[in-house]
């Protein structure tokens, strides 16, 4: 837990606020309202706010301390790429040497045995049984974020991904994937890139060369950085 509370606040440092684990007074607000068939009021939408900042999580060598009585966390943004790290991290001292890990994101180990990426499905947000576009994996790891997976509005408006500063879900980005060295940095930055919207992760990302993103946005179109892994034709089976 210290671990993944750490990649949290460095996620948070780095871009400034966007990836806050404290958000889930926000969650809690629209999900109850989704039940009561409404949409949360201004008021409410303050009351939760101000119950959320990550600076409000200490965390230790041995010591987690939340400084504020009302400060919720949810590690919903980050827990499952910790999985598929600790789940390759398994393999490969049990000597595996070629591996695809799904845990909800990805991770690879090495290549196919046959030498060739892995290949996975990036998948679309407005069409469930379609892909984006394929990405190719070797050694790095693959996390994908979206307004479709949650949703407390028909119109994908409102959803499970909040931006801390106005309480509402982000409105530029349908989906974005980030494709990272581990499994845990891409599910945090996904999320946080959610938050950002397009322009403001790819001017991050000049500074992190070792990771790259594909967006769609919700007016349909599609974004990337230049290094996004994606196979050859050759590749694709």
Known sequence: ?????????????????AFDITVQPLWELFAACQKQNRQPTDVEITDARACVDWRAVEVSENRIRLRAPATAITLNGIAQGFAADRASAALREH???HALVNSGEI?????????RDWTVGVQHPR???AFVTLAALRGRSLATSGDYETTFSADFS?????DPRTGQSPSEVASVSIAAPTAMQADA?????????????????????????LFVLKDGLTLKTPGFPQPQETEIG
Request: include cysteine; aromatic fraction near 4%.
């Open 107 to 115: 991770g690879s180990i090495g290549c196919k045995p046959d030498g």
């Open 1 to 17: 837990l210290i671990e993944v509370l750490t990649l949290a606040e460095q996620t948070a440092r780095r871009t400034g606020g």
């Open 95 to 97: 000597g595996v040497e």
């Open 189 to 213: 930055l996904s999320t946080a890139a959610m938050v950002l919207g397009s322009e403001r992760t790819l001017s991050l990302l000049e500074f992190l060369p070792d990771i790259d993103a």
């Open 158 to 162: 409102q959803h499970h991904i909040f």
């Open 127 to 129: 069409e469930p049984e």
